[in-house]
């Protein structure tokens, strides 16, 4: 490090995220040093594994990447700097990163300027880390879902050691830093919105319910409500930004607030968004059936903003492997949500996340599971093998399902799940509903594509002119998993 550079740290300011801005400057002056002036900034690649927590932290990572100097690519193979954002929720999500980072070895013997990072949910489990560590000795940097507000500092760092022991191995000037919990929520980052007129807004971080099987809850901590306040300021100057739909974000959004007694509860979270000038629409992910309230029920009923789709996953239809689960509710309590839901909203699409072969389920435990399939007549479902997470209570469980037993229960889940889907699609055919027009359809030449309050998508020929509007939009045929339509 040079008298320059040293003098820099110590004038970095303490409190954040002033701090992290300050070095977001601080590597965009040393990339225009490196750089013939006029030149483009280097490349980056943010790839983006799992859920919707981890789509809004990348927009975030990425937003600190532009301001910092870079120009965004999808080009992995040849980018300046590699980012993966990763998933750990499944044994496949972990294979998955392997294979990508497998794939850039060579590039990265052969331009070893390259920068390899790696941060989310997986980088919070340590034998992961050390795996990493022991077989990609390429990658620069890891982080955790704790510290990635401090993104910019560790980049720093990064370049700063690249440059001071460049006679040195890689895996010696690596920047390594996981949490262990998060100390804090910090707010006000960059961000990189990828559509101008909606947009993911985190309420809640973490999870507190540790359902056996589930990871998510040792990755990413107890579950932190954001201030209300600040959720619903941010919210505000989105609107005045332009956006039109929001989609409140939480592992589990229907106990918002319950870590703070001062805070307000998530229906009346909701009242609040909805009265926000511009937000036309407003969307929540994801409810845990057993903290959906009858206020919650009631206020989806009488606001007419909130979109007609509820994603209420079920897991299993067995209340003994529902118990096993921890997931505090039976089939029949399951079963009641369902109807109350659809007697008060009629029109309410609903859609799960189910589970195959948990430990010890029997063949009599997954008909359960088929009879809440055909009752509940979900408009969509996403089905799951169960997937053995280290650490969790589940995988210490002895009665695991063997694989083939697995695997043909999860063929017949998926046979009925697709026949209701299929029963249900186009139940809305020669209606004219609401559409926000996302963008051009890939395809069709001057066609768009749009999304019903439902979630469905409808195509429809029309002007480019009306990307992020709201149009109405008769539904002529249904596709199955959309429809197609023309303007009214
Ligand atoms: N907080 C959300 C779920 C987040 S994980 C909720 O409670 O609904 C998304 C989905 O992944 C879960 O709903 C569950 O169906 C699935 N999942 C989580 N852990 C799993 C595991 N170990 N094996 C298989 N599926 C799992
Ligand atoms: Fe995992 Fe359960 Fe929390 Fe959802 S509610 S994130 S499934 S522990
Ligand atoms: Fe995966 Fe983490 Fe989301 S484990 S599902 S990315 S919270």
């Given at each position: 490090m040079d008298k320059q550079e040293k003098e820099l740290l110590a004038l970095a300011p303490q409190e954040e995220p002033a701090r992290q801005y300050y070095f977001i400057e601080a590597i965009r002056r040393k990339l225009l040093e490196e750089r013939p002036a006029g030149a483009p900034g280097p490349s980056c690649c943010v790839v983006t594994f799992g859920c919707q927590m981890n789509a809004r932290d990348s927009e975030k990572i990425l937003g600190i990447l532009q301001k910092a100097g870079f120009q965004e690519t999808q080009q992995e193979q040849q980018a300046d700097l590699v980012l993966f954002n990763t998933c750990t929720v499944r044994e496949n999500a972990n294979e998955h990163l392997y294979g990508r980072l497998g794939r850039l070895k060579r590039s990265k013997k052969e331009h070893p300027e390259r920068i390899i990072a790696i941060c989310g949910c997986m980088m919070q489990e340590a034998d992961e880390v050390e795996k990493v560590q022991q077989k990609y000795p390429y990658v620069d940097l890891i982080f955790g879902t704790h510290n990635l507000y401090r993104f910019a500092e560790l980049l720093f760092e990064l370049l700063i050691r690249r440059e001071e022991e460049t006679a040195r191995r890689a895996r010696e000037r690596r920047v390594v830093e996981v949490l262990p919990a998060a100390d804090r929520i910090v707010e006000e980052l960059p961000n990189s919105r990828k559509y101008p007129f909606k947009q993911g807004v985190n309420i809640s971080f973490g999870c507190n319910n540790f359902c056996t099987y589930c990871i998510v809850p040792y990755v990413r901590g107890r579950e932190r409500s954001r201030r209300s306040d600040d959720i619903l300021a941010e919210i505000r100057q989105l609107a005045s930004e332009g956006v039109v739909e929001v989609m409140l974000l939480g592992q589990?959004?229907?106990?918002?607030?319950?870590?703070?007694?001062?805070e307000i509860s998530f229906p009346e979270l909701l009242r609040r968004v909805c009265r926000i000038d511009g937000i036309r629409r407003v969307r929540f992910m994801t409810s845990h059936p057993k903290d959906l309230s009858d206020e919650l029920i009631q206020v989806m009923a009488e606001e007419p903003k909130i979109c007609r789709h509820l994603h209420l996953p079920m897991q299993s239809g067995s209340t003994e492997i529902l118990k096993a689960m921890n997931r505090r509710y039976t089939k029949e309590g399951y079963l009641s949500l369902v109807e109350k839901i659809r007697s008060r909203i009629p029109d309410m699409s609903l859609t799960t996340d189910i589970i195959v072969g948990f430990p010890g389920e029997t063949e009599e435990d997954f008909q359960d599971t088929l009879d809440v399939v055909r009752k509940a007549r979900f408009d969509s479902a996403f089905t799951f093998i169960y997937s053995k997470r280290t650490g969790t209570p589940a995988a210490a469980m002895e009665n695991q399902v063997p694989e083939d037993v697995v695997k043909d229960r999860f063929d017949r889940l998926l046979q009925t799940v697709e026949g209701i889907s299929k029963e249900e699609s186009g139940r809305d055919t020669g209606k004219t509903l609401e559409v926000l027009v996302e963008g051009p359809d890939e395809g069709r030449e001057g066609w768009l594509t749009g999304r019903l309050s439902n979630n469905i998508l409808v195509h429809f020929p029309g002007d480019q002119a009306l990307i992020g509007k709201l149009a109405m939009v008769k539904l002529l045929s249904s596709k199955g998993f959309y429809y197609l339509g023309e303007l009214e």
């Open positions: 589990n959004v229907n106990s918002y607030g319950n870590d703070n007694p001062e």
